[in-house]
């Protein structure tokens, strides 16, 4: 999921930017890059509405794919 809708933006084990912040370790920090709380329901927000110049992923992404990405980048 994350390969396909996300890894041309985001380097998921680099802490370098690509066209929008690393998301190495984004559950660890205490805060997103925008500076809002990491939390699921943030990170979750984010990837269905957008935000700056990130394209909202709501006519994209399910449910399911969507709680399977959220696991993921709990792993990083």
């Given at each position: 999921?994350?390969?396909?809708?996300?890894?041309?933006?985001?380097?998921?084990?680099?802490?370098?930017?690509?066209?929008?912040?690393?998301?190495?370790?984004?559950?660890?920090?205490?805060?997103?890059?925008?500076?809002?709380?990491?939390?699921?329901?943030h990170?979750?927000?984010?990837?269905?509405?957008?935000?700056?110049?990130?394209?909202?992923?709501?006519?994209?992404?399910?449910d399911?794919?969507l709680n399977?990405?959220?696991a993921?980048?709990?792993?990083?």
């Amino acid at each position: 999921m994350f390969q396909e809708n996300c890894a041309i933006c985001h380097n998921a084990y680099k802490k370098e930017p690509l066209q929008g912040p690393p998301m190495v370790g984004v559950f660890r920090k205490k805060e997103l890059s925008s500076g809002i709380p990491a939390t699921d329901q943030h990170v979750r927000d984010t990837i269905l509405l957008g935000r700056r110049n990130m394209p909202p992923f709501n006519t994209l992404l399910d449910d399911q794919q969507l709680n399977e990405l959220l696991a993921y980048l709990h792993t990083l």
